[in-house]
């Protein structure tokens, strides 16, 4: 299957690697050392004792890549606006696109069933709705994440969770499509464990949750989920979120306990002594997926009507921080 993978950093080099070990024709598109790694050694994913090698086709132009089977963009919710312009190339008449993202997805009111409540204005996570007209609804996969990896090197993803890896998929509108079936098969065959999920959004709040108390808390806190779960009073803060948080699901008529769950059981990846994306990326400079993961899920509980305040203090430090180092713009 020509499988490309939008975005080749720590998840999407992951992807790459693992299904081009199970056979597939993987391309990416990726830039700048990260390219310039994976066009001269190639890909190398270090997976618990062993370190799969891939050679895939990589480059910054998607119409260099040609055609594709299967499209799968794992770039951060901020990042995704140049997909809009490019994407076209990858396309024929039947591919599909796997969105795996961090937070509420900018395609979340497409395909919403008509007895939930409607979502509140979703139009920065998709400006001038431009992912929308180069990507037809009946294209659109969701997907959730459920893997910790970094990238140690250009062209080098570690795993901290072999055996743990989940990659939870679902068609925007929930149906039970032969082509969903089809690509969890390859991902279970790949070593991504992909359940069956009659819910995405269901999926999409359960890590949501996950993300809420985490991205706040470490990022304000400067500490690891270890820290963050090791302190009483942030253990008390953390369950006043989770709490909200559940709230404003409820009210959108989402459960998200009913959620597919990782090999072993549970959602957490258990790297307790590690720092979540969001801090990552704020020590590190780069852009912070803000507005994705927390601006947007608060508006989701004022549109409801949810009280949420401790959401509502923490979600403005997060951002006013972020917005001091140029790195989110509200």
């Not at 990846?269 to 979540?276: A, D, E, L, T």
Request: proline share 7%.
């Amino acid at each position: 299957m020509r499988i490309c993978v939008y975005g080749a950093g720590a998840v999407g080099g992951h992807l790459a690697a693992k299904l081009a070990d199970a056979g597939h024709e993987v391309s990416v598109v990726a830039r700048g050392a990260n390219l310039l790694a994976l066009q001269t050694n190639g890909l190398r994913l270090e997976h618990g004792e062993r370190a799969i090698e891939a050679r895939p086709r990589a480059s910054e132009d998607p119409a260099a890549l040609g055609r594709q089977d299967l499209v799968l963009v794992t770039l951060k919710a901020n990042a995704l606006q140049p997909v809009a312009q490019a994407i076209g190339s990858l396309l024929d008449d039947r591919t599909p696109v796997v969105f795996a993202q961090n937070g509420i997805p900018w395609w979340y009111a497409i395909g919403l069933g008509k007895t939930r409540p409607s979502p509140p204005d979703l139009s920065k996570l998709d400006p001038g709705g431009a992912l929308a007209r180069a990507i037809g609804p009946e294209r659109i996969i969701g997907a959730v994440v459920y893997s910790a990896n970094v990238v140690k090197s250009p062209g080098v993803v570690h795993n901290y969770t072999p055996g743990r890896n989940m990659l939870t998929i679902g068609a925007a509108d929930d149906r039970a499509s032969p082509q969903v079936r089809e690509l969890r098969k390859i991902l279970d065959t790949a070593g991504m464990h992909s359940p069956e999920c009659l819910d995405i959004r269901q999926a999409i709040w359960s890590k949501l949750l996950l993300n809420l108390a985490t991205s706040t808390l470490c990022l304000l806190s400067g500490g690891t989920v270890a820290d963050v779960r090791g302190d009483p009073e942030l253990i008390r803060i953390n369950k006043k979120i989770d709490e909200e948080g559940r709230a404003i699901a409820a009210a959108h008529g989402i459960d998200p306990s009913g959620a597919p769950e990782r090999p072993g059981g549970g959602h957490g990846s258990g790297r307790i002594g590690h720092k979540p994306s969001m801090i990552q990326d704020y020590e590190l400079g780069r852009p912070m997926e803000v507005e994705a993961q927390l601006v947007t899920p608060l508006a989701f509980g004022r549109a409801a009507g949810v009280p949420t305040p401790t959401l509502e203090a923490l979600v403005a430090l997060v951002a006013y921080r972020a917005a001091a180092k140029g790195l989110y713009r509200s």
